[in-house]
């Protein structure tokens, strides 16, 4: 777990160096809720699984918004 976050928040300093800070803040924060979906699909105990379909729904409106995000931001 230490390797895990010492590599996330050196990619986050990273970041912030290339790209506006409100975009990678952006990025970093929506994609937590996709990194829990991902352990739960890896079978981490502690993950909380998807209640709903709405969220769901909520989820894949968040991936989708942060594809858009990284695209925009990549392409200028």
Do not use: D, H, K
């Amino acid at each position: 777990m230490n390797i895990s976050t010492t590599f996330v928040w050196i990619a986050y300093f990273f970041a912030l160096q290339m790209i506006e800070p409100a975009v990678v803040f952006t990025i970093f924060s929506g994609l937590m809720p996709v990194a829990i979906l991902a352990a739960v699909w890896f079978g981490v105990s502690e993950a909380s699984p998807l209640r709903n379909r709405v969220e769901g729904f909520g989820l894949l409106v968040v991936v989708l918004a942060i594809a858009y995000l990284c695209a925009i931001t990549m392409l200028g």
